[in-house]
């Protein structure tokens, strides 16, 4: 079958991607060299933290995308596209920020580690616009999101005071407003035709699943990376563990009670096992006890499950799913908030046991 896209959008997008990147390499050439005073201990331990890093944006937030009906595979490949395109931006530009009277870049591991960690907002955003923004809407994407990510931790740290840490952990709220703007700047009714691309499966998708997992197993690193005193990234590490545990707990127990025949929503927990990974990564090294960060991560799971089932009917049109609703045989569904990406879902889960 033929392309639906213009004989001309095929054709120029992927010689305009291909111009960027080399623009992005004269660049590193001329303005970026390694450090070459970094010491063998730092390299293992910010190799090993990049590593969790990298799983968590290619194989978590690609698989968690995969659950559109059409878009299925070709997120997983669009996710990759912007995580490396958004790291070499992110690079450059914290680079810049940083040091802007050097004029050179001086890369080293824990730079692409935060180049990787500001790229994840962009994956978060792109959620809410997957089957409504073709690739060079996503391209734009990355650029602005990136910068506009990267000045404000910038004027973050240098007005504002704030850490290395909790300038990053805004990433979360960015992301879901910057994500929420652009899908109301995209809010038009799709063709005909384009409308299946927006579509979520009629069953939640095992990769989507398998995604979550990842995320839930690595989210630990991601709230501990910006931490370098021992104390304080042990807290994180723990106190992001116990959090996420507790909301896990909650999610699929609330799911459960929430279905009336006792069965587990998917959509449920695409959402809130990672909520309190969320809600405890700004305070995590500063919590003093476990059972703060138990509290924290069951107040999460609570307030994600009661979004999941109250906000869809609150929200304005243009930040809903306009296409067909997918009706399971009892004539309900499910509203997924997944990675704010609002859309009917049906009832299909698994049994409580």
Known sequence: MASKYPRSLRGCLPLWTLLLQAALIVIFFFFASYDSFIQYPEVVTQGAILQDMVVMAALGLGFLSSSLWRYSWSSVAFNLFMLALGVQWAVLLDGFLEHPRLGKVFIELSRIQQATMTAMSVLISAGAILGKANL??????????????????MISQQFLSADAHVSMMHIHVFAAYFGLTVAWCLSRPLPREAEEKDQRKTSPSLFAMLGTLFLWMFWPSFNSALLHIPDKKKNGVFNTYYALAVSAVTAISLSALAHPQGKISMTHIHNAV???GVAVGAPCHLIPSPWLAMVLGLLAGLISIGGAKSMPDRLPDALRHRGTQLVPGDGS?????????LKPQNMESSSCG
């Not at 809407?137 to 602005?144: A, E, G, H, N, P």
């Not at 569904?333 to 990406?341: E, G, N, T, Y």
């Open 136 to 153: 060079a809407q996503l391209v734009l994407l990355v650029l602005m999101e990136v910068t506009a990510f990267s000045a404000t931790r």
């Open 274 to 276: 990672l909520a309190g």
């Open 333 to 341: 569904s499910i509203w997924s908030l997944d990675r704010c990406h």
